[in-house]
């Protein structure tokens, strides 16, 4: 799978040095959105959950830098508003069926769930700050997919 570095905006948004931030800057690029615009609203809905004995640090913060619990239900609707579609490619004791390789990923506009990360993917194009492919090895849990963002707004 062919990759480009992005970082999302991150730099031209003020920040610097490196973060766990792969979701607010996958988003920015498949959504096509600023990326403060997204860090910000990521954090927000991060203030506002609670925490629970399994949440991660940064729960219950208004960060988005040390990354986001993707399976609560506000992260879920966030996305939903901004037009994506969630599409499982993993089930409980299936395997691994999907991988972050050529061919195994539909075309389009797509923020892909992989272990431990988030990560852009545009035409069959990996954008992140690093190659999380792992030499086609990768395996994907799901993916949010979006209609083209721009044909959306006004």
């Given amino acids: 799978m062919q990759?480009?570095?992005?970082?999302?905006?991150?730099?031209?948004?003020?920040?610097s040095g490196t973060a766990g931030d792969c979701v607010a800057r996958s988003?920015?690029?498949?959504?096509?959105?600023?990326?403060?615009?997204?860090?910000?609203?990521?954090?927000d809905?991060?203030?506002k959950q609670r925490r629970t004995k399994?949440?991660?640090?940064?729960?219950?913060?208004?960060?988005?830098?040390?990354?986001i619990e993707t399976s609560r239900k506000w992260f879920k609707d966030y996305m939903r508003s901004l037009g994506f579609e969630w599409t499982a490619t993993m089930q409980i004791g299936?395997?691994?069926?999907?991988?972050l390789r050529d061919g195994?990923?539909?075309?389009?506009?797509?923020?892909v769930s992989l272990?431990?990360?988030?990560?852009?993917v545009i035409d069959g194009v990996t954008h992140d700050t690093h190659?999380?492919?792992?030499?086609?090895t990768r395996c994907v849990y799901g993916y949010w997919v979006i209609s083209d963002p721009l044909e959306e707004r006004p």
Avoid at 104 to 111: A, F, N, S, T, Y
């Fill in 3 to 15: 990759f480009q570095v992005n970082d999302g905006g991150r730099k031209n948004a003020g920040f």
């Fill in 131 to 136: 190659d999380p492919s792992r030499n086609g």
């Fill in 104 to 111: 195994e990923l539909p075309l389009g506009r797509l923020v």
């Fill in 45 to 47: 809905g991060n203030a």
């Fill in 94 to 99: 299936s395997g691994c069926q999907v991988h």
């Fill in 115 to 120: 272990s431990k990360h988030y990560t852009a």
């Fill in 27 to 43: 988003i920015a690029i498949a959504a096509r959105l600023p990326y403060l615009e997204v860090y910000e609203a990521l954090a």
């Fill in 54 to 67: 399994r949440s991660s640090a940064s729960s219950g913060k208004r960060t988005a830098r040390e990354g």
